[in-house]
Structure formats: C-alpha cells, structure tokens
C-alpha cells in the first residue's frame, strides 16, 4: 500500500505529476467535486495543527469526500495507552486514507506498516513534513516558474524545524540549488541533514547568524518559528526565540523579486507590515497547500485501488 512518509518517496516525475494536478484543479475546480465522493479521510493528530488539519479537511471537502478524526492526543484511545500501530488498523476499518501527525519520529511510518490503507505524514516530530514541502515546492514553482537555480535562505530554527528539513531534501535533487542557513549557533542544521543531504548530493551551502548578510545573494528566503515544543528548557527558548525578526529595515538588500515563505505559523519572525510587500509568499503558501493534498489525496487513491 502507497503512503507518504518522506519526500524522497516521491520521484521527481511523481512530484511534477502533483503540481500539475495541483495547477489543474485551481484552473479548473469544477471538474474535481466529485472525484472522491464515498470516500473518508481520517485526521489523526496528536499534535496541535490549524493549517495542515484544516487544509487536509478541506481537501477532502472539496473533493466530495468526508472527513472524520480527532485534533489532540487526549481525546483519542492513545491516552488510554493504545499504540500506533492498534489505532492505525482499527482506523482503516472505518476510513479510505489516514493524514497523521504525532510529537514522535517514526510514527506515521509505524502507521503505514499496520494500516491497509494509505498513510500520509502531517508531520513527525522535527523529522518531516512532506506534504508542507508540497506546498512550498507549488508555491516556488507558481512563484518561481522553476525549480532549479535557485538559492534558497533557510532562517531560524533550522535544528528543530522540520518543514526545513523535508524540504532541503526535496530541493536537493534539482540542478543549481544553492542553500544559505541562517541560524543562530544553538539552532544550526543538524550534521545528519548535511551529510546524508546536501554533502552526500554535492549541494553547495554556507552557514552564516547574518540575514542582512545573506538577504541579496537570496531568490527564496524561507523564514521559520522557533519551535518551543521541542525545548528542553524555557529558558533557551526565550532567549533564542527573536533571533530574527523580518521586516522592512532588513529587506533592503533584498532582490526585487525575492520570494518570502514562511509555513506558519508565525509568531514574531515576520513583521506584519511585510504582509503587504508584493514579495511576501506565505498566505499564498496556505492556499496551494490545500490544492496540493487534493493531488495527493487523489494519487494515493487511485492507486490504492490497484
Ligand atoms: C509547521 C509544522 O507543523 O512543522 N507548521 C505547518 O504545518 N505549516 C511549522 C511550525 O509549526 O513551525
């Protein structure tokens, strides 16, 4: 049975096939209200979500399909202690295709072993986050025009984030990408993503603590939260969490035509008054990913019907 779990199960042309899909039903939205009528989709998270909850719920909707699930581990049977892999298989007696996302890395794959229907990952712990990187890869590619030749700044918590991390990966397999991180030194990208990623696909990077540094070489600036959830302790937290504030001062040096994402939610790294700079991506983020979950949801079931 086909889930997904990490970016790189999908290939390239598979991903192409997506944002095409994805372009179609904006175009056209007409032609898709019915293609997953009968259908049920599961949200199973354990933990917080707005957007990627709501976004997988309202693909679904738009798709003719229903949707049915639970929002915080508490209100499931996993605070009675049952494991992933006893939810995953009582779940597919009742539901088409599970969207999951857990605090623990490893579980949506866990999942996918004991469903027998399709598993995608909504995000596990700071380890993935394929279908945000759907998004992004839509949103670069509308924006952009391609994927390729790009250099690409990842800003903030780029140890915890794993919006960065999937989509390192996925940038990691078109030609001439260049990666800038900027981070603080306690928030820097882990070794196993620079090794395993951009060493092992020769990608050329730099690290740097400066933004305003960075900012005019950038075509894509990917701002991030600092992720408190995954602290040891407030105190770090507190002290790390503005290290980069965006806004107006410091896009100065920035290209005309610079693209500014950003996979919410925000709290201080983007200054509102960036909203209305005709640069800024990340409200444009929102609404491809829905379009883009409606391809995958659309592609997982196609061929879960083989
Ligand atoms: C991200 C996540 O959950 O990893 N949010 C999202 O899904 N768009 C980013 C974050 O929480 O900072």
């Known amino acids: ?161 794993r919006t960065v991390h999937s989509l390192i990966a996925a940038m990691s397999r078109y030609e001439g990408i260049q990666v800038t991180l900027i981070s603080p030194e306690e928030l820097k990208l882990p070794s196993y993503v620079k090794k395993d990623i951009l060493r092992k696909k020769d990608i050329p990077y730099t690290q740097t603590t400066s933004l305003e540094h960075a900012m005019p070489s950038l075509d894509i600036l990917y701002m991030t939260r600092v992720q408190r959830e995954r602290f040891f302790n407030e105190e770090d937290y507190l002290r790390l969490k503005d290290s980069y504030i965006l806004d107006p001062a410091k896009l100065r040096g920035a290209k005309s035509d610079l693209c500014i994402m950003h996979p919410l939610p925000r709290v201080n790294e983007i200054s509102v008054a960036i909203d209305d700079d005709p640069r800024a991506c990340y409200f444009k983020q929102v609404l491809n990913g829905k379009f883009i979950r409606m391809a995958l949801i659309l592609m997982l079931l196609e061929e879960a019907k083989r």
């Open 1 to 161: 049975m086909r889930s997904l779990i990490n970016i790189l199960d999908l290939s390239i042309e598979e991903i192409d096939a997506l944002i095409a899909t994805a372009n179609d039903i904006i175009a056209n939205p007409e032609r898709y209200r019915e293609a997953c009528k009968y259908k049920k989709l599961a949200t199973l998270f354990f933990e917080p979500s707005t957007r990627t909850r709501l976004s997988f719920e309202a693909a679904m909707l738009e798709l003719g399909g229903s949707v049915l699930g639970f929002s915080e581990a508490n209100s499931s049977s996993a605070a009675k202690g049952e494991s992933v892999a006893d939810t995953a298989k009582t779940v597919s007696c009742y539901a088409d295709i599970i969207a999951m996302r857990h605090p623990k890395e490893g579980a949506p794959l866990i999942a996918a072993q004991n469903a027998t229907i399709p598993v995608i990952n909504a995000g596990d712990g700071s380890h993935n986050h394929p279908t945000q990187t759907l998004a992004d890869l839509l949103t670069i590619r509308r924006e952009k025009g391609r994927l390729c030749d790009l250099n690409i700044g990842f800003c903030g918590d780029l140890k915890f984030g």
